[in-house]
């Protein structure tokens, strides 16, 4: 299938009460990429300055990430700094420089324009719209967003929703875009703009999966977080998570709702991971077993009564 | 089996963006009576002043709530004043006066002293170790608390808390009765004074039910709020969630973990119902049948994928 995500890549400035750690890899696009390549072939389009380290490259490069659609120009990589408190759920941004990013357009490769899973990481909503306009058939579009681009590009933001398949922001900014208070009247606005799926990011509360039906328990899926442990840095957690969901519908191959669902556990379980560590560290040695392993888990963490097997028809099938 | 609950009966005024109402029928043992009517014989113990309104106390009667512990003493009521912001999962108290309630002793009268569940709602620490003493041979017993207890009365909520196999608190308290941020090994000290289960109730997100176990998935189940379309209240939430969670012990008669995780359904889905209205008002016309629909629909809302026969055992049973 291929995946093929835009978005930023970037070395951080790091601080958590963990510990603190500086000019780190980072960026939502490597973040996605490291996650996603675990599931099927990732191709990344973004930009690094000259001082991105070339052992940044090989990691990626081990990871059979394609980098033919990562640009490297004069200049310096986009650096984000920022700080956690004890509530690990939002971070405070200290600095951060653009550099070239700031000028980023992105250029899909001709071999890449084929591909049939796409995420739009939190970039300019008409940067992102430029993205799907380059792509020729694509399956499964996805974007991400923040709240800055709700208030100072509604209407770009609006016109790329509206061309998505699913989109993906957290609980604030689902209620700012469509200023409603209630979650699932404002992703309903969401899915009335086009997407066939909302999903609503909730930090350490986990997240919620909105999709069209009559029934509530036909339109809506709800996920915990899964426990960990030791919190050391939250940062890419989104990013991440929307990698698992990426991966799982495109190495599936199925875009049903019991698919999304599945999804949106596997999104979960990678998220789950990704703050074990800083940066991408624990990804670098994760391993497939403890996907699953963590999988089966949170089965017996949410589940509470067996489905009978006719009203399990539609989610019976096993993680692919 | 039977149900005792001992804890405040109360006549509140609430403003939520909803709209107000004054003098309406409020307290922790009020609520927690009224769902667990539901499920099996209540009798209550708490204590009212003159002016409490017989229409009440018949309302009360008609749901075959048991009001022999009901004492009626000269003074008023205790009373309740609080608001709701547009975040309803907390209340700004404005006003408390104690009444009646401030010189309040629980007396079990003999023959409610064989009753099998007990539910001490949020009262001092010492009352609750009062109740328990008095009792004969509680089968499952059960407390509530908050912040003012375990500030001011640390060392009697550690002894009531010793005592009892179940507690409910919320996130806020569990962390601060354990003096641990996360929220497991929290749960873990409290297990560790010798309850078999804690559940953390988590406001529009749920909760969690802790209890021992090796694996995850064995020691932890978590549950989302049941969404609600438009709250309009949220007062007494946590006590008719405690409602149905000791209902639905009761009227099984099991106390296994899986048993355990249908009595917090159970709850949330009580719950669902209580903030639709003010007051007790939604649950004088639930109807079970309602409650099945809900429960089942959770179900959809929150399961993934089923469970292997195998694997499936424990959790099989359905609501009784």
């Not at 790091?14 to 890899?25: C, D, E, F, K, W």
């Not at 967003?145 to 770009?156: G, L, Q, T």
């Not at 442990?229 to 199925?254: I, Q, S």
Request: glycine letters at 8%; aromatic letters at 8%; one cysteine or more.
């Amino acid at each position: 299938m291929g995946i093929l995500v835009v978005g930023s890549i970037a070395l951080d400035d790091v601080s958590t009460p963990a510990g603190q750690r500086q000019g780190i890899l980072g960026g939502a696009c490597t973040y996605f990429s490291t996650a996603a390549s675990l599931y099927d072939r990732v191709s990344l389009v973004g930009v690094v300055g000259e001082d991105f380290p070339q052992e940044h490259v090989r990691f990626l490069s081990a990871r059979d990430i394609d980098l033919r659609g990562l640009q490297v120009v004069p200049g310096r990589t986009f650096h984000w700094s920022g700080q956690y408190g004890e509530d690990l759920d939002e971070a405070q941004t200290l600095d951060t420089q653009l550099n070239v990013f700031g000028a980023f357009h992105p250029v899909i490769p001709d071999d890449l324009r084929d591909l049939e899973y796409v995420f739009l990481a939190n970039i300019h909503p008409e940067l992102q719209i430029e993205v799907l306009e380059q792509m020729r058939a694509p399956r499964l579009t996805a974007l991400d967003s923040m709240n800055y681009w709700i208030v100072s590009s509604r209407e770009a933001l609006t016109r790329a929703i509206s061309m998505v398949d699913l989109v993906l922001l957290n609980e604030a900014e689902v209620r700012m875009f469509a200023e409603r208070a209630n979650l699932l009247d404002a992703a309903q606005h969401i899915l009335d703009l086009g997407p066939g799926a909302v999903v609503i990011k909730r930090g350490q509360y986990g997240s919620m999966l909105v999709t069209r039906g009559e029934r509530l328990g036909e339109r809506l899926f709800i996920a915990p977080a899964y426990p960990v442990a030791n919190v050391v840095d939250p940062t890419g957690a989104g990013d991440t998570f929307a990698a698992g969901v990426m991966g799982y519908l495109a190495r599936c191959g199925e875009d049903s709702v019991a698919a999304l669902r599945r999804a949106v556990v596997n999104g979960t379980i990678i998220a789950s991971f990704t703050v074990e560590d800083f940066s991408i560290d624990r990804l670098r040695t994760l391993e497939w077993s403890e996907v699953e392993a963590r999988y089966n888990e949170f089965r017996h963490v949410t589940h509470f009564d067996g489905l009978t097997v006719e009203e399990m028809s539609p989610l019976t099938q096993r993680i692919c």
